[in-house]
């Protein structure tokens, strides 16, 4: 759902630039903030792209152009989900125009493909000196400790990664993007929250105030906050691909879960530091943030199977339709912490929160799997057991005990389908998602079984498995997992999502943020837990 590895130019008609038929673009093109003597794709008449290069680690990759479609295919890196940028070809036929920021490039319309003029002496991929090879994971120069759950060695980690996710935005403004990788060069909300919840005591209260702001700056007339706010102080509704000119995309228009995680955001801010002029200043914009998110009669969050729209970032490239789990869950959740935030400060509806929160919570029986201990991801499209909604609603203290007991019976029980390296699938081994398209009536469109969002195993949601397991009595589970986890950072380093073989072998972004302040969340809860008596 961010930048990764894999980029594409998507370019089309209009008055101000050419469609791909239009020009050719067999020959060499150089990226404009790249020294001129160097190239950084050649097109031949074939429409491949057989190298490109560029600075150290974008060597070796390819590309291929059909139709209107170029698409440039970075594998150096490793294997990651594949991410659409949006360009447009000048009139000229001679630049291509990209619409999304990076980190080199942080301001709309900067970042450019130039043609280089044909007879000017361009080597072959051949003849060009080979580049260095991609860097390793560097050592952690953090220090090891023996205890059962190397917290300290997490935290210090997790400091480094969350100082190098920082850029630069409008009005000195710092941003945090979801890696300190910068493959992901925005702020986006979700990963944004968890870093505050996750690890508020190694930021800095006014950056993060100022950042929040930030995000809030982006919410649309209608309510709809912002999937991520740029660089340049754009927003973008939408998971995926900026549209040209950041119009709004017909096949997705947001996130359903923008709301929910703007509000958490809020909540979780006040909450690491509490000011009432803070929170009641932006407590309408959140309240507008949740109104906007579409619900069914019965309370739970509603996508409709004919226009779907994204329902998690998590599983951006899944299109669960009907009633969802997961953001009904962040919808009750928001609503509960928001209501204690408005009671505190005493400013916002506290009434209205506590009452939506009890609408979702008095029918999500109604997302019970028959078939599984489990909860359905949703009610029609993609009706398959969620294994972190599953655990995320035992953390909330939501249905019944004997079902919430029996929800973490199956995760412990049958741990195989569930987790590798203490990390956790979003469904069980060996389903896949069914429906990860748009248009109406589509099906298939799913990344790769075993990759990404499609069947890899994620750190992400061990804060909600965590605080599920101790809510049950099952504390030496979760220890057990964040051990594995924890482990598994050391020995391979903090990434996005991982599959070592089931049954594929990927890796998402390195020195993922939220990978790391969920694990030290969920490694904190444990170490300052007791055992717990399940509650009723």
């Given at each position: ?155 210090c980690r997790t400091a480094q990664i969350l100082e190098g996710c920082q850029l630069q935005g409008l009005n000195n403004t710092s941003i945090y993007t979801p890696d300190a990788t910068h493959s992901y060069g925005a702020q986006w909300t979700r990963d944004f929250y968890y870093m505050v919840s996750g690890a508020p005591n190694l930021l800095d209260a006014e950056s ?329």
């Amino acid at each position: 759902y961010k930048m990764a590895m894999v980029v594409g130019l998507i370019v089309g008609a209009s008055l101000t630039y050419q469609p791909q038929s239009a020009c050719n673009l067999t020959g060499s093109w150089s990226y404009e903030p790249e020294a001129a003597s160097r190239y950084n794709w050649v097109e031949e008449a074939n429409g491949t792209i057989p190298c490109f290069t560029g600075q150290d680690f974008w060597r070796g990759a390819s590309g291929l152009v059909s139709g209107a479609n170029i698409t440039l295919t970075f594998n150096v890196l490793g294997p990651g989900p594949t991410i659409i940028k949006h360009g447009y070809i000048e009139s000229s036929c001679d630049r291509v125009v990209m619409y999304d920021t990076q980190p080199n490039c942080p301001k709309q319309g900067e970042c450019a493909y130039k043609r280089i003029p044909s007879g000017t002496n361009v080597p072959t991929c051949s003849q060009l000196p080979p580049g260095p090879p991609p860097p390793p994971p560097p050592p952690p120069p953090c220090s090891t400790s023996s205890e059962q759950l190397d917290v300290a060695w997490l935290q210090c980690r997790t400091a480094q990664i969350l100082e190098g996710c920082q850029l630069q935005g409008l009005n000195n403004t710092s941003i945090y993007t979801p890696d300190a990788t910068h493959s992901y060069g925005a702020q986006w909300t979700r990963d944004f929250y968890y870093m505050v919840s996750g690890a508020p005591n190694l930021l800095d209260a006014e950056s993060i105030r100022r950042a929040v702001q930030y995000t809030y700056n982006g919410q649309r007339a209608d309510g709809c906050m912002p999937d991520r706010v740029q660089t340049d102080g754009e927003s973008v509704m939408s998971p995926g691909p900026m549209i040209p000119g950041n119009r709004q995309n017909k096949a997705h228009d947001h996130a359903w879960d923008n709301g929910p995680f703007a509000a958490l955001l809020l909540a979780a801010t006040v909450k690491a530091w509490p000011n009432q002029s803070f929170f009641c200043a932006l407590e309408p914009q959140a309240r507008l943030a949740l109104d906007f998110v579409n619900r069914s009669s019965n309370g739970l969050v509603y996508n409709d199977p004919m226009h779907p729209n994204c329902t998690y970032g998590f599983t951006d490239t899944v299109a669960k339709t009907g009633n969802i789990l997961f953001t009904s869950l962040l919808y009750y959740d928001a609503s509960q912490q928001m209501a204690a935030a408005s009671q505190k400060f005493s400013c916002g509806n506290t009434s209205k929160y506590l009452h939506q929160a009890a609408a979702i919570a008095s029918t999500i029986n109604a997302m019970k799997d028959p078939n599984s201990p489990l909860f359905l991801a949703a009610t029609v499209d993609n009706r398959i057991p969620d294994v972190w909604g599953s655990a995320y609603l035992v953390a909330l203290g939501l249905s019944s005990l004997p079902l919430r007991q029996a929800v973490m019976q199956e995760l412990i029980s049958n741990q195989s389908i569930y987790f590798s390296a203490g990390q956790l699938r979003s469904i069980p081994y060996p389903m896949y998602w069914t429906r990860c398209c748009w248009s109406p009536g589509c099906s298939g469109g799913c990344p790769a079984d075993g990759t990404y969002q499609n069947g890899a195993y994620w750190a992400t949601p061990l804060s909600y498995l965590a605080s599920a397991a101790l809510a049950v009595g099952q504390r030496d589970f979760a220890v057990q997992i964040v051990k594995e986890c924890i482990d598994d950072f050391k020995e391979n380093g903090i990434y996005e999502d991982v599959d070592y073989g089931h049954p594929a072998s990927s890796k998402g972004v390195l020195n993922y943020s939220a990978s790391a302040t969920n694990v030290l969340w969920a490694a904190n809860l444990i170490m300052n837990s007791t055992i717990l008596k399940p509650s009723k």
